[in-house]
Each structure stands twice: as C-alpha cells, then as structure tokens.
C-alpha cells in the first residue's frame, strides 16, 4: 500500500512541475481567446482598446506585463485547482489505505491466530517469500537462523516425511499440483502440509495439529487406512488360491471368493451365495458350529471334494461380530509329504539300527531324541535311561561316573567346548581316547531345525592298523633303500612316484631330479648314454603308460659299459607300474658259461648215446651169429660133443646170452631216451607174470642157494600194462636181488593191490644202498658193489624206472646199510592213466 502511494505522489509532483514549465502562456491565451464578449465586459474592453491607442512602446511593455500578469494568475488557478483536487485525492488514498492496512491486519490476525508457516513462489520466481512462526519446525539451535532453513525439509523431518515433502513441492511448483500431507517432525509436532496454486503463485501452508483438527486428522486418516486395508483384504481374498467364506449371525453365506465357488461346484461367486452352497458335508458343519458356539475358533483338517478329488484341507474359522468367516488351504501335499516324511525317518531309523556306528540325535533343548542300538552298545548304557529322553549334559555325566570318557583337567570347559556345537555352523571331528584303550572318533553335526546329531566310531583297530601301517611302510621303505635292486615305481600318469637309492646309482641319476617327479620320457632321455634301444625303452613307456592288458614284461638290457641288466615290469593295483632291474653281468658270464658247458656236455651225451646205440646195433648182428652157431652146435643133430666141448659151449651160451640181454638193456634205454617207446597196452595177469620173471633167474638162484620167496595174494587179478616190460622189470629187480643178496639168504617178492594202484616190492638182505650212492642208482652207468659178489653194467634200476614211468607210476628205493634193500614199483590200474602212459 505504501508503494501506492509513494507512486501518486511522483505522479502529482510531475504534473505540477510540467503546469509550472510550459502551460501558463497557453493557459492565459486560451482563457483571453475563450472568452466572449459580453456586454457587461465593454469597460474591459474600452480599456483594452485604449490600451492598443497607447505609444506603441508602451503597449508593448503593457502587453508583456499583462501577458505575464495573466499567465501567472492562470497558471496560479491551475496550480491552486491541482492542489486542492490532488489533496483531496491524497485525502481519499490514505483513507483507502488505512482501510486495507486494517483489513490486511484482520486478515493476519485471523491467518496466524495460530501457529503456521505460509511459503509462496511467484511465477516464475524461485526464491520464496516465507512467514509464520519458524520455531514451529526448525530445531531449538536453529530457530535464530535464516528461515530459509524452513524449505531444507530434513532439518525438522525424518528422511522418508521429507523425501516426500520434496516430491509434493516440486510438483506443485512445476505442474500445480496441489497437496494434503499429514506429518510428524522430528521433534515431536504433528503438522498439517497443503499446497495450493492460488493467482499464479504456489502456496504451502504448514500448520500444526492439535486439539479437535488433530483428531479429525488422525480419524481421517484411520478411515483412509481402513477403507484401503479393507478394499486390499477383499483384493486378497478374492485373488487368494484357497477357499475364503464368511457367514451371517443366521447361517446364510454372505461373501464368497473364486477359489469357493469353484471348490463347491458353483458356476461363479454370485451362484454360490445365492444358493447359499456349502463347502463342508452336513458332520464337518455340525462340528465346526458346535465349536464354535463355544469357542472363539476352530481348526481342523478335514476331506473334501473338490472337482470329484477328495483332497485334505486345513480349516479355519472363526466367529467374526455377529457372523463368522473361515478358510480352507490345501493340506493334500502337505499331509502326503508328512506322511513320506514319517516313512522316511522310519526308514531312517531302521537303517541308522543297522549301522555299526553309534548315532546319537538331541534336540534343540539338548534332550536325546534318537538313538541306534550300536550307540546304546557303546557306551553299555541302560536303555530304560535312554529311553526317558536325558539331557546331553546328563549323558556325560552318567558317562564320566562310569570312567568311559577322556581324562580331563576341567571337565566343566571341556564339556561347554562339546556343546559348542549346538550354536556352531560347521561339522567338527575329533578323536577321544578312551581309559579302557579305546579309540573313537566323534563327529558332531549341527542340525538344520535346531540340535546336535553325535556320529560315534570305534577307530581302535583303524588306528593300530595305521600305525602298522606306517611301520610297515617305513620297513619297506628301508628294505627298498637297501635292496641291491634298482626299484623305481611310475604312476599312471607316467611319472616316478617312488625310487631307491640303487635305480640313480645304476643309472648315475641325481637323487634331487628323480625328486622333482619327472616322466618316463624325461628319465629315459637321461638313461639314454648308458642304454639307448629304441625298441625297449618303448616296451617300458607302453608298460608304464598302458590301461589296458597290463602284464608283467621282462627285458634284459645290456649296457655300453658291458653290464646286462634284468629289467622287469610288474603293475600295481592302483595303476602304477613297478621297475626292477638287477645287475646280472656275473650271472650272465658264468650262466655262458654254464650253457656252453653243458651244450658241450649235451653234445658228449648225445654222442655217448649215439655210439652206444650205434654200437649195440653193430654188436648185435654178430652176437647173434655167435648164439645161432652155439645152438646149432649144442643140438644133437649135429653130432656128439666131448665133455670138455660141451663145457666151453655151455660158456659161450651164458656169455653171449648175457651180452644179448645188454645190449638190449642198452637199446631199450636208449629208445627211451629219444622219447621213441611205445608200449604195447593190454591185460597182465600178475601171478603169471612173477612166474614168468622168476623163471630167468631160476639157475643163478640155485647157484648161489638162494631163496626166493613169493607173497602173492592168489586172486589178485590183472592189470592194463604191457606184459612183456613188465617181466623185464621183475627180472632185473630179481636179478639185482640176487646179485646183491649173499649165499643162503632169501629173496622176498611181493604183490598187492589197492583201489588204484599194483605195488610190486623185491626185498634182499644184502649190505645195502650208502646214503650217498641212493641218489645215483638210477643213473646210467652206475654200478656199485658195495661188498658183494655183484658186477653190472648199471642198466638194470634205470631201465626199471624207465618202465614204470613209462607206465605213469614210480619207483622207491627203501634201503638200510648192513640189513638189505627194497625197491617197490607202483603200477596205476585207472584207465586214465594206462592213456597216458601209453603216450
């Protein structure tokens, strides 16, 4: 208002000054020109007319002084005519004035007749203009401060009231939005925030709640919460998946969702309630309603059919005002899981009974809640206390009591460090020591749902069989330290896993680099000066690298330097392989010579066999000349003979009959010996056979007045042999016999058979075999008297045990020096073995 006026009073003084400068002239003319002659007006103009008669330079003066006098009296009229119109304008405006001022003070009285802030924004104005009471909002050390302090909302607002505040203001600014927000400061006050765009300006009137408006405030704003927690439970309950009802006091179905209608077979929502459809069968409501009718809910878990599925459902429903509302959440999964739940801890428990290990389960209040039979075992605890369900901290008690847990100094610590684990996260294991020498290893398990799960092991035998262990690697690992043998193990992959100090001496390898794990191929790149075949170091990397057809492969390998090394590959069970090489240069040399001796001794053999058979064949033909002759000459045909001719016939007769006898022996051992004898196979009567054999020693027998006796069962039977080796068998038995067996003695011959075999034994008294000739008696050759009147070529044993082997038995030599000796031939009676020694 102050302002308006200040203007008029410029504008007043501008117009004074402008009437003072330029108008009087103008003013005077106009009034002289203006106005008419009127006859009372003549004596004016008389005087004027004598004026104009007057001395033209006195007229002039005297019109210039008029001129002025009438501009100044004109110009004074206007003046005085201002004055007095602008006074009374003057007079009006401050009137005006006064009355706005009063107004516009009625008007701040009743705008802060209680305490508000008023912030405005002219268009397109930025800075605010703010007024009101500041220490409404702002802090008590901040009240002093600038009030634009007012519109740093944080200062007096919690972070989220003034974010909000920040949004509401900026869109009244920008797009004129207005705004209603109720807040609460952050020292305590509950305001009141609208913003308005009022005649192109923002307004934001902040004020404070109290009283009547601050209720109405908060019943306002309960009612808003209520309508949009009631508009969300309806948006819930008919977008929920489970069947939501309520009920009037009268029984009658008032409210109904999708999820009912179509669990009850209702084709919508308005169907179902205005046939009033029921969910539940006639028990399940009688039920519910006489729970109800006495309690405030009821819950249950009742069937029902839904789409011609009888499904489970968990029910509730509670009595709500004057009706009642219920709900009804699918429990079909639920219970099916619970009941696979039961069954698999069933399962559970009857597995864990199964195990040898002892399991313990206590539960989040540290009470025992499972336990396996090889727990109760364990610890020989009563099943009656287990039963009762104990506390952990009762069980180590009972089993400290007893002296069945580790000796501890502290045994308080040391059981609130075990029961750690039930605020643990992480499985721990360790090992008790028990007093009675057992070892057993504890593994404590955090449950998920809350508890502790014990998993007990008797580790006793573990442990000792790891200490064995360990003791026995450590021997082996010496052994193999000392082992002249070179022993290097590869794994699959073909590096050395393990080595002796023997495999970097033979090979002159650094101890340090067979450390470092190096591959076959490195190895064989560094054996390579000493050995360099192609072929075997291939052998051995296919032997070391190979998966399948793993098979032990011996190499010999010999060196530049003239050593020959005994290489063998041997595989593992875990897929390594094993090297051994063993220096057999010395071995090798005297094996050389060794061979070479005896193929110079085979070929002395074989020319010994070779001039014996070839020899016996040369004497044969003429021995037997020799022998026709003599019969010839002994037959009577042929004339008388005189005493003394007959005698030297006789001579020559026995003679040559024993040389033809040798030279048989000699042919037939030799026969043998080229693997070129065939038996002739067929039924052998023993009795008759001893007779046959008996017969060719009759005459020595009788010259020597020896006995033989014979000890043959008379029904013993016969066997499968040929015939005829088996007489010469008995004949060269019976004629050793005699040989050895001194004059007036007896010679024993037995038979006896078994169920598989024919055992033929001669028994002499002679001197006996020396413990150092029995191992020779069967060699070729070998004849030793020992004392007695026996002289041979040494053909008779070998060629009986070449017989009888022949036949698939054998031949033992019982002897004992000075009381005589038996030697028993077994014949085998079997089929089988008739086969096989025919072949």
């Known amino acids: 208002m102050s302002g308006v006026i200040a203007a008029m009073r410029r504008t007043l003084l501008s117009c004074t000054s402008l009437a003072r400068n330029g108008l009087i002239a103008l003013g005077v003319t106009a009034v002289v020109s203006a106005t008419p002659a009127k006859a009372g007006d003549l004596p004016l103009l008389d005087a004027i007319t004598t004026f104009f008669e007057m001395n033209h330079q006195e007229i002039a003066a005297l019109t210039t002084a008029f001129a002025l006098l009438g501009f100044s009296v004109v110009a004074a009229i206007l003046l005085m005519r201002h004055r007095v119109r602008a006074a009374r304008n003057e007079a009006r405006l401050r009137t005006d004035i006064q009355a706005l001022q009063s107004e516009a003070d009625r008007f701040r009285a009743l705008l802060f007749a209680e305490p508000q802030i008023l912030i405005s924004w002219a268009a397109g104005d930025n800075r605010p203009q703010i007024s009101g009471d500041t220490a409404l909002l702002l802090p008590q050390d901040s009240q002093h401060q600038s009030p634009q302090r007012i519109l740093a909302f944080g200062t007096w607002l919690p972070p989220e009231p003034a974010l909000q505040m920040d949004h509401a203001v900026d869109a009244l600014c920008e797009a004129g939005e207005g705004f209603l927000l109720n807040l609460s400061t952050s020292n305590g006050h509950a305001v009141e925030a609208m913003g308005r765009a009022i005649g192109g300006q923002a307004i934001v009137r902040i004020r404070e709640l109290n009283g009547l408006r601050r209720e109405l405030a908060e019943t306002n704003l309960r009612h808003k919460a209520l309508l949009e927690e009631t508009e969300m439970l309806r948006g819930f309950a008919a977008a929920a998946p489970w069947p939501i009802w309520t009920k009037r006091a009268k029984g009658g179905l008032a409210y109904a969702n999708a999820a009912y209608a179509r669990a009850a077979d209702a084709t919508s929502v308005t169907d179902a309630i205005d046939r009033d459809v029921e969910l539940l069968d006639s028990a399940d409501r009688n039920n519910m309603e006489r729970v109800l009718s006495g309690a405030a809910t009821f819950n249950a878990r009742l069937p029902i059919v839904v789409g011609g599925e009888r499904r489970i459902y968990d029910v509730y429903a509670m009595n709500v005002g004057d009706g009642r509302a219920g709900i009804a959440i699918d429990a079909s999964e639920a219970t099916a899981l619970s009941a696979a739940l039961v069954r698999m801890a069933e399962a559970h428990r009857r597995t864990l009974d199964q195990l040898s290990s002892g399991v313990a389960v206590f539960d989040g209040q540290r009470r025992l809640a499972f336990y396996n039979d090889s727990y109760r075992r364990l610890w020989d605890l009563d099943r009656t206390f287990l039963d009762s369900n104990p506390d952990d901290s009762s069980v180590l008690d009972r089993l400290r009591a007893a002296r069945k847990l580790p000796e501890q100094p502290d045994f308080r610590a040391w059981k609130a460090k075990l029961h750690e684990a039930y605020r643990a996260v992480e499985t721990e294991k360790e090992t008790w020591y028990l007093p009675d020498g057992r070892a057993l290893s504890v593994v404590t398990t955090p449950n ?313 034994a001669v028994t002499d008294r002679g001197p006996g075999i020396p413990a150092e000739v029995k191992d020779k008696v069967f060699d070729w050759f070998e004849s030793h008297s020992n004392g007695s009147r026996h002289r041979g070529a040494g053909l008779g044993l070998p060629l009986v045990k070449s017989f009888v082997e022949l036949h698939g038995g054998r031949v033992r030599v019982d002897s004992i020096v000075g009381k005589g000796t038996t030697v028993t031939c077994d014949f085998p009676t079997d089929q089988a073995a008739h086969r096989n020694a025919a072949e």
């Open 448 to 760: 998920p749902e809350g508890g502790v799960t014990y998993l007990f092991d008797d580790v006793t035998e573990s442990l000792e069989l790891a200490r064995r262990f360990d003791g026995l690697i450590r021997v082996q690992r010496e052994t193999l330290d000392n082992l002249a043998e070179a022993v290097a193990v590869f794994g699959s992959n073909g590096r050395a896993e393990l080595f002796n100090p023997a495999f970097a001496r033979m090979w002159k390898l650094s101890p340090e680099a067979l450390q470092e794990r190096p591959h076959i191929e490195t190895v064989e790149s560094w054996c390579r000066p000493l050995f360099d075949d192609a072929a075997t170091w291939r052998t051995i990397r296919d032997a070391i690298t190979a998966i399948e057809n793993r098979v032990e492969v011996p190499l010999k390998l010999e060196r530049k330097d003239g050593s020959v090394l005994d290489c063998m590959t041997m595989p593992l069970p875990d897929g390594a392989t094993m090297l051994t090489f063993q220096d057999i240069t010395d071995t090798e040399n005297v094996e050389r010579a060794l061979r070479e001796r005896n193929e110079a001794l085979e070929t002395a053999d074989q020319m010994k066999v070779d001039f014996v058979h070839h020899v016996s064949y040369e004497l044969r033909s003429p021995l037997t000349t020799i022998i026709g002759f003599a019969h010839l000459l002994n037959d009577t045909t042929t004339g008388p003979l005189v005493p003394k001719q007959a005698e030297y016939l006789n001579y020559i007769t026995t003679s040559t009959n024993s040389l033809f006898a040798l030279i048989n022996n000699i042919l037939d051992l030799a026969t043998i010996d080229a693997g070129a004898m065939t038996l002739e196979l067929g039924p052998v009567d023993i009795r008759k056979t001893i007779d046959n054999a008996a017969e060719g020693i009759q005459d020595r027998l009788a010259r020597d007045r020896i006995e033989l006796k014979v000890d043959v069962d008379p029904n013993i039977g016969s066997f499968i042999g040929d015939g005829s080796r088996v007489v010469q068998v008995l004949y060269n038995l019976l004629a050793n016999a005699v040989g050895f067996s001194p004059p007036d003695s007896t010679i024993t011959l037995s038979a006896t058979r078994t169920e598989h075999n024919v055992v033929f």
